[in-house]
């Protein structure tokens, strides 16, 4: 697991630690696990629920996922909700795209949670998403405060606001598994 670090213009947090971790799997998968730790009776999080795709998920507290092939343009966007919830989204460039509405891609998201812990697992199948070889991932965690606040988590913070999507941020880089 590798620590996330807040955003620069976070509001205070009840959050102690943020961290998250990635492994690309033998059957072309790429397994993630995200960890949320402090005081979440002071954050905002939807409850569990049956998994099914959600819109604007990033607006809430959830944790994403930006995968992309090195050395292209194009990557796809997951967001995973606390709620069972998730979207995924493809981009041609930069911010240029929209959403996936494939029930197919359910990424399987499972949760443990305790008064301090909040655990986030989930597992994206790579194959579908037509990417292989090497893959760039920005992980990143959205995190909402009781009193509407919004904090942001990521490996890397590209200059500027809080901006995801901006190459800078897919700060891990994992080759794909050789059989």
Same mark, same amino acid.
């Given at each position: 697991?590798?620590?996330?670090?807040?955003?620069?213009?976070? /509001?205070?947090?009840?959050?102690?630690?943020?961290? =998250?971790?990635?492994?690309?799997?033998?059957?072309?998968?790429?397994?993630?696990?995200?960890?949320?730790?402090?005081?979440? =009776?002071?954050?905002?999080? $939807? /409850? /569990? !629920?049956?998994?099914?795709?959600?819109?604007?998920?990033?607006?809430?507290? &959830? &944790?994403?996922?930006?995968?992309? $092939?090195?050395?292209?343009?194009? #990557?796809?966007? @997951?967001?995973?909700?606390?709620?069972?919830? +998730?979207? $995924?989204?493809?981009?041609?460039?930069?911010?240029? !795209?929209?959403?996936?509405?494939? %029930?197919?891609?359910?990424?399987?998201?499972?949760? %443990?949670?305790?008064?301090?812990?909040? %655990? *986030?697992? $989930? *597992?994206?199948?790579?194959?579908?998403?037509?990417?292989?070889?090497?893959?760039?991932?920005?992980?990143?965690?959205?995190? %909402?405060?009781?009193? !509407?606040?919004?904090? #942001? +988590?990521?490996?890397?913070? =590209? /200059?500027?606001?809080?901006? @995801?999507?901006?190459?800078?941020?897919?700060?891990?880089?994992?080759?794909?598994?050789?059989?």
């Amino acid at each position: 697991m590798l620590d996330l670090i807040p955003h620069a213009g976070n /509001p205070a947090t009840p959050l102690r630690r943020v961290a =998250a971790g990635a492994t690309r799997t033998r059957a072309g998968g790429l397994a993630l696990n995200y960890v949320l730790e402090g005081d979440l =009776a002071r954050l905002r999080i $939807a /409850p /569990p !629920g049956p998994s099914r795709l959600g819109d604007q998920l990033w607006r809430h507290t &959830c &944790c994403e996922a930006f995968i992309g $092939a090195a050395g292209r343009t194009d #990557y796809h966007e @997951f967001n995973l909700s606390p709620s069972g919830e +998730w979207a $995924a989204h493809a981009f041609a460039r930069y911010r240029e !795209g929209g959403p996936l509405d494939d %029930e197919t891609l359910n990424p399987q998201i499972a949760i %443990e949670r305790t008064a301090r812990t909040l %655990e *986030l697992s $989930a *597992l994206i199948d790579l194959r579908r998403l037509g990417v292989s070889g090497t893959i760039r991932l920005g992980l990143s965690v959205v995190a %909402e405060h009781e009193d !509407g606040a919004i904090s #942001y +988590w990521a490996l890397k913070h =590209a /200059p500027g606001k809080p901006d @995801f999507h901006h190459r800078d941020a897919f700060a891990l880089e994992l080759d794909e598994i050789r059989h």
